[in-house]
């Protein structure tokens, strides 16, 4: 007998209908600029969480919650420090990837605080940072190893790069754009759009075969 499949907990939104002091935050739709000078899109789409139970108890993969991806510092903007929170789709593909490397190293994996999702009003992203779409994890810690030197984050680096193939890590050092105390993974800019997201055209002579 086949089991029921729990429905998805967090509400989907679609940003730009959200409140004026959501809007200015999140910037859905809007445009940041990265360090090679390139405009890179922010997402639309959010999963709405409504208070640390919810993401405490919401698995996007086996061994990672909401929770592990929304922990907050005092350089976030006052409005994604308190609930309801809002945060890109597109997450629920960079706690598949962290699972794949859990999986692949055998122990816990650590994210940081801000070290998941940050807003682009976080006082220290500075332009486009995967971070802002959700697909950017900075991991202080593997198993009992701390990420507090470059051997180990290399280390660790390697096992990403073999184990996610299309993985970006931040180069090792303490200069500016450069880590020295924290693996920085990241998916890219990846805009998630879930089937039941309204898209940008309702004209029904543009669509093919349903899949």
């Known amino acids: 007998m086949t089991s029921a499949i729990a429905a998805f907990p967090l509400r989907l939104v679609d940003g730009c209908g959200l409140e004026p002091r959501y809007r200015d935050v999140l910037r859905p739709g809007a445009t940041l600029v990265d360090h090679r000078g390139y405009a890179r899109r922010l997402p639309r789409w959010f999963y709405e969480v409504h208070s640390w139970e919810q993401a405490r108890d919401t ?20 409005a994604l420090r308190v609930f309801p929170r809002y945060v890109p789709c597109a997450i629920t593909l960079l706690a598949l990837a962290l699972e794949r490397l859990r999986e692949e190293v055998g122990t816990y994996v650590y994210v940081g605080a801000n070290g998941g999702y940050c807003s682009p ?59 020295d105390d924290h693996l920085h993974l990241d998916l890219g800019y990846v805009i998630s759009e879930p089937r039941e997201a309204v898209g940008i055209s309702n004209d029904v002579r543009l669509a093919g075969d349903p899949l």
């Open 121 to 179: 009003l976080h006082s220290r992203i500075g332009g486009a940072s995967p971070h802002c779409w959700g697909t950017a994890a900075n991991i202080y810690r593997v198993g009992d190893t701390y990420l507090d030197n470059q051997d180990d984050i290399a280390r660790y680096a390697i096992i990403a790069q073999q184990t996610l193939p299309t993985v970006w890590t931040r180069p090792l050092g303490p200069e500016l754009a450069k880590t």
């Open 59 to 78: 698995y996007l993969a086996p061994h990672f919650a909401v929770s592990e991806f929304i922990h907050t510092d005092v350089r976030e903007t006052p």
